[in-house]
Structures are given as structure tokens and as C-alpha cells.
């Protein structure tokens, strides 16, 4: 995904300490990583799933960031599903989130079905009342299924039933994240551009102090649109104000996800609100933490980032 840069963000410089001295070695295995966790290792019960999403909210962890393992929703679980309610909509699958007042639903299609359609399959919001869709939940990558790999699908709705927050799990980042809200026309509000954008602007205004501060050759310099990271990795959080009337949005991000030995990473996270009325963002704040050269200790394989830039928490 390439962003256009938003006119209205400022960027500034700061300063920053360099820890350790470049130190590459032998490559080592992909990192573990949550999301690309074998299907068999997830939650068998609702009750498991309800007991990490608890417990994880006790530590103030947003939803899409409340779920340590990457179990997802209704990913090989029988959670949250309208029963008897398979191809009763006129769009295929279960029925899954209802929402608390009884009137809409989210289809989910089953692995066959998406397997008959070529795995083009789409995710809407049904009205329980007609069994007709709604409004289709936008997706980067083709609606969620049963079982699909480095999947999963996860709703919040807001107590009054007129607003919920949809999380369609990926690889690297969601598929999707946004906000359904039902008014007189249901809509949705994609959630994650103009947070990505805002964090894309503050790493390209950082780098060539990551450039410098790591001693990286001229070929990991910025060219013009082209940026010298070759993998994103980003974590998503949302959550409805008090109100109600807004969303609030933070984003954790890192480039070179993979976390190979010899690689550069660096280190940012964002936030922002959205205005359920109108869909209007306002970014309150986008930093890069830190940046460096990812090395291993190969005796226990703890990972040290050496050298290393902190940047300062005022940027």
C-alpha cells in the first residue's frame, strides 16, 4: 500500500541517541508470529476466547489489539452465530455478530462455498428482519470465510445496536478495520488509511536520520515515492468514545516484519479520531520510536537491535 502524504501533517526533527555499532551475522528463522499461527492452535471454546479478550481488556488493550494469540472471532470457532441460520440471507453462509438489539448480522461463507466461488467471497451487513444484505464490509483482500488462512473476523458493536467496529484479520495487517453505521442508509468508514498515512509521513520524515544513525549505504535511501523497506507489519486498535459519537483509532507499526538477522526495523505508532457523523479523521499524534539492526544472541536467541535509535516521546 503507498500513501499519499496528508498536507496538513507537520514534520519536524529531533534528536536522538545511538546505542551499539553495526553487527551482522548469519540469517535466522522467521520470528513467531501470532498471526501466522497454525489453525490447530487456536481456542477451541467461546469461553476461552471470552476469558483472553477479558483479561486483556483489564490490561487497557483496545479490540483488534486485545487478542494476543490472533484468535479471531468465528476463525474454527462456534462463537457469536445465528443459529439455523446457514444461506437463509440471500448471501451465503452463517449469520455471526449479531448485533444486541436483534436486527442485523454479519454473514460469514463456509469453506466450501468460498471454495465454489473461487474464493471471491464478500462479507455484508443482513438485516435478520428481510434476510437481505445491507451494506457490503469493504476488504483489501476478498471477504473472510471459514478457515481461511491468516484469516478470522471479528465484530464490536456498540451497545444501541447502531454502530459497530468490523476487523477482518490478515497476514501482516487487517484486511480490514472499520466502522458500520446505521443510519437511514447504512455506511462504513475504512479505518485504517489515514492513520497508515500518518505514520508512512512521520517514518519518511525520520529516515534519513535512521539513515545516518545506522550508517545505511545510499541504496536505503528514500527515492521520491519508493521507500527502502521491503515488508509492513501493522496492529490496529479501536475503540467507541464514551459518547459514542466518535472512534478512537491507534495503530502499532513496524517495517521488515519478518525480523530476519541483518535487516533494518524501525518502530512507529499512531493515533487519531474519527467522527462518526460525518467520517472526519483527527490525527492527535504519530511518532517513530525507535530504529535499528536486527541481531540475535545465538547462544540463547534473544534479539537485540544493535546499533540502535531512540527517538524522544516528544516529536
Not at 55 to 70: A, H, N, V, Y
Not at 123 to 149: C, Q, T, W, Y
Not at 261 to 273: D, F, I, K, S, Y
Request: aromatic share 6%.
Amino acid at each position: 500500500m503507498k500513501a499519499k502524504l496528508p498536507a496538513t501533517i507537520i514534520l519536524c526533527a529531533a534528536a536522538f541517541t545511538v546505542e551499539g555499532s553495526p553487527k551482522v551475522g548469519p540469517g535466522v528463522p522467521d520470528r513467531p508470529s501470532a498471526l501466522n499461527a497454525p489453525a490447530d492452535g487456536m481456542t477451541e471454546t467461546a469461553a476461552e476466547l471470552d476469558r483472553l479478550v477479558t483479561e486483556s481488556k483489564q490490561r487497557g488493550l483496545l479490540f483488534g489489539l486485545d487478542d494476543p494469540t490472533g484468535m479471531i472471532g468465528v476463525h474454527a470457532l462456534d462463537l457469536g452465530v445465528v443459529p439455523d441460520s446457514l444461506d437463509k440471507a440471500d448471501v451465503p453462509g452463517r449469520l455471526v455478530f449479531p448485533s444486541p438489539d436483534g436486527r442485523y448480522a454479519i454473514n460469514h461463507p463456509t469453506t466450501e462455498q468460498a471454495e465454489e466461488s473461487d474464493y471471491e467471497v464478500e462479507n455484508h451487513l443482513v438485516s435478520l428482519k428481510s434476510m437481505k444484505a445491507v451494506l457490503a464490509i469493504p476488504n483489501r483482500n476478498g471477504g473472510d470465510f471459514e478457515r481461511r488462512n491468516h484469516g478470522g473476523l471479528r465484530v464490536q458493536w456498540r451497545p444501541d445496536s447502531r454502530a459497530a467496529l468490523v476487523l477482518g484479520d490478515g497476514k501482516w495487517e487487517p484486511s480490514t478495520f472499520c466502522a458500520v453505521v446505521i443510519e437511514d442508509q447504512p455506511r462504513a468508514i475504512d479505518l485504517i488509511p489515514p492513520v497508515y498515512e500518518a505514520i508512512i509521513a512521520r517514518m519518511k520524515a525520520r529516515w534519513p536520520e535512521i539513515q545516518k544513525g545506522l550508517h545505511l549505504g545510499e541504496e536505503m535511501a528514500i527515492q521520491g515515492d519508493e521507500i527502502p523497506w521491503s515488508l509492513e507489519y501493522v496492529r490496529y486498535g479501536a475503540e467507541f468514545t464514551p459518547d459514542g459519537k466518535s472512534v478512537r483509532m491507534i495503530a502499532e507499526f513496524e517495517t521488515n516484519g519478518k525480523r530476519m538477522e541483518g535487516q533494518v526495523v524501525a518502530r512507529a505508532n499512531a493515533e487519531g479520531l474519527f467522527n462518526l457523523a460525518d467520517g472526519s479523521f483527527h490525527l492527535i499524534s504519530a511518532r517513530v520510536s525507535d530504529a535499528g539492526v536486527v541481531s540475535y544472541n545465538h547462544d540463547t536467541g534473544e534479539e537485540v537491535l544493535n546499533p540502535k535509535i531512540v527517538f524522544p516521546e516528544s516529536q
